[in-house]
Structures are given as C-alpha cells and as structure tokens.
C-alpha cells in the first residue's frame, strides 16, 4: 500500500482525517490561505468539538490552477476540553480570519493543544484529551472572489 499523493484527488471533494502530527502537516498544507469569519467558528462543549467552516485554496491537483478555486470546506477537531483565542474579537462575527497554518503541541499521554495560526498574530488554541482533526470539503469548487493566488513573498 502506497501513500496518497495530491494528484490522487482529481478533483473530487476532500475527506481527510489527521491523528498524528505528521497527517496534521497534510491537512495544514491544505488550509493554509484558507478565510473565514469568526461566526464561522463554533465550540460545541457538550460534543468536546471545535468546528471551523472554512473557503479553503484548492491545491491538491499539484497546480495552481488560473484563476485560483477555492471550496468550502468543514474542520472539526474532536476530544476538545477547551477553546482560547488571541487576536480575535469573538463579538465581532463578521471579521474575516486568515488561516496561516494548524500545529499540533503535544501535552502529555496524547493530550496537547491544536493551534490554528492566523494572520496579524491571531490564534485559536484548542486543549484537545487526544490528536483528532478531520477536513471535508462541502461545496463544489469556485473561483476565487481575488482572482489571483496570495502572495507570500516567495
């Protein structure tokens, strides 16, 4: 049995899942740019869930495709004890976040924290019991409303 690749998706919805740090890094890679508002975060406590509704850069066909696609996408992170914030103005439901990257520190037996980097040094940190993030795409792909990909500087 062979690892997945970014080719393998071919343009079909994702539907991923990360129990370790190494799957993390995939699924980071693939939210990086990703925007949001903070109404698109919700903590549901009593499930020990954190979910993010994101529009997510399409990048897995290994090309930036012209003008850039991006998909809405649901992030859960599951075993979740609780939820922090920096940088971000919870009452303020229609500020758009920018996903920088999702990082995983480990705590002790499996425990740890899921943090979600923002850009403008935000952050949400999730205290998670154990590593368990899943990302499926939920709408079909569009044209990014930019018309062009982001520029890091690279």
């Not at 539907?15 to 903590?43: I, K, R, W």
């Not at 003008?67 to 439901?93: F, I, T, Y």
């Not at 409303?145 to 982001?150: C, I, L, N």
């Amino acid at each position: 049995m062979t690892d997945a690749r970014f080719e393998d998706a071919g343009g079909a919805p994702l539907n991923l899942g990360a129990m370790d740090p190494e799957d993390l890094q995939v699924l980071s890679a693939l939210l990086q740019d990703a925007v949001l508002t903070v109404g698109d975060v919700a903590f549901q406590k009593r499930h020990q869930r954190l979910t993010l509704l994101v529009n997510r850069l399409r990048r897995e066909d290994g090309q930036h495709v012209q003008p850039p696609e991006r998909v809405r996408a649901l992030v859960s992170v599951e075993n979740v004890l609780g939820v922090s914030s920096q940088g971000v103005a919870r009452e303020e439901r229609d500020t758009v976040l920018s996903l920088l990257s999702v990082d995983f520190e480990p705590g002790e037996e499996g425990s740890g924290f899921v943090v979600f980097t923002l850009a403008g040094d935000g952050a949400l940190r999730a205290r998670v019991e154990a590593l368990e993030l899943r990302l499926r795409d939920v709408t079909r792909p569009y044209r990014a409303v930019s018309g062009r990909m982001p520029d890091h500087g690279d």
